[in-house]
């Protein structure tokens, strides 16, 4: 294969398919005809000796080919892009953008939403929107462009090279418990706050993390009395049984005024962990990307110096 078989429109459609998987919807995101579409497909077929993508039901899946030409693709057409757009000075007032991100329950009450709440005064055309947190999958969905941004909790190492991390600040765990609950006026020891009655919200890492922490000091794990789909069942459980509740710091400190329950300290010394926010390097050189990034960078060391 030679450069001058592959011209700048066949990357793009190349980009659009990754992205829609669909050639109907590929065709309006480009303004071309479906044809048009599917004979730029044969064509990369043709060139990469490839299937590129295969049909399931209605959707177009990515062969292990095209996964491993995504990265490459989103790269140059931003540096295309780049080159092309004119000279002068960024304004998020005026840009027209929409951009998703994948965060659990914590990343979406404490920064998705405030950020949101904040665009709509600086930027007024520029969105955000909350999609669920998939640790199987949020590598992939950057990758394809389907995600924009990643907020992500569990601190676990991403061994991806395109993928960029920047850490926002770190966070620490706090017990809720109703108001009269034995710990709130006596903090336990470890061993009896393990053999209590734990809730577990199953998007959170957060047991896991008392568990580490717990089988540091050679004691059982804890004790898990219910698993949740959600922080707010999590909290209805609590302030109606003896049961704990242990959430990142930064959300905790919401909700207990809230909801008037009382946080206590986990009696295993200071749990942190980094909260991070995670995005593909084809983005690197986006203005408003980089300027939407910012604006959660911001936001979260507001919320590092009021905790």
């Known amino acids: 294969m030679h450069l001058k078989e592959v011209d700048a429109n066949l990357l793009v459609t190349l980009d659009a398919l990754l992205v829609d998987a669909s050639v109907t919807r590929a065709a309006e995101r480009l303004g071309r005809s479906a044809s048009a579409i599917s004979h730029a497909l044969a064509k990369l077929r043709e060139i990469f000796a490839d299937?590129?993508?295969v049909r399931a039901g209605q959707k177009l899946v990515p062969t292990a080919k095209a996964l491993e030409l995504a990265p490459t693709v989103h790269v140059i057409l931003a540096g295309m892009e780049s080159l092309l757009r004119p000279n002068k000075p960024f304004d998020p007032s005026l840009s027209d953008r929409d951009f998703a991100v994948a965060a659990s329950e914590v990343g979406e009450l404490i920064l998705v939403q405030p950020l949101s709440q904040r665009l709509q005064s600086l930027a007024p055309s520029v969105r955000v929107g909350w999609m669920p947190y998939r640790r199987d999958e949020n590598i992939d969905t950057l990758r394809q462009g389907r995600c924009h941004f990643v907020i992500d909790i569990e601190g676990a190492t991403v061994p991806a090279p395109d993928i960029r991390v920047l850490k926002l600040f770190d966070d620490r765990l706090v017990t809720l418990v109703r108001p009269g609950h034995?710990?709130?006026?006596?903090?336990p020891r470890a061993a009896a706050f393990a053999a209590s009655h734990h809730i577990a919200v199953n998007s959170l890492p957060?047991?896991?993390l008392l568990d580490r922490a717990l089988e540091a000091r050679q004691l059982s794990a804890c004790n898990i009395s219910a698993g949740v789909s959600s922080v707010l069942v999590g909290l209805l459980l609590a302030l109606n049984s003896d049961a704990l509740l242990t959430l990142p710091a930064s959300l905790?400190?919401?909700?207990?005024?809230?909801?008037?329950?009382v946080g206590i300290q986990p009696p295993l010394g200071h749990i942190d962990f980094p909260l991070r926010l995670l995005w593909h390097s084809s983005y690197d050189r986006d203005e408003c990307h980089q300027w939407v990034r910012d604006e959660l960078a911001n936001l979260a060391r507001g919320i590092e110096r009021a905790s």
């Open 51 to 53: 299937e590129l993508f």
């Open 182 to 187: 034995p710990f709130a006026t006596r903090k």
């Open 206 to 208: 957060t047991i896991e």
């Open 252 to 261: 905790a400190t919401i909700l207990k005024k809230q909801f008037g329950l």
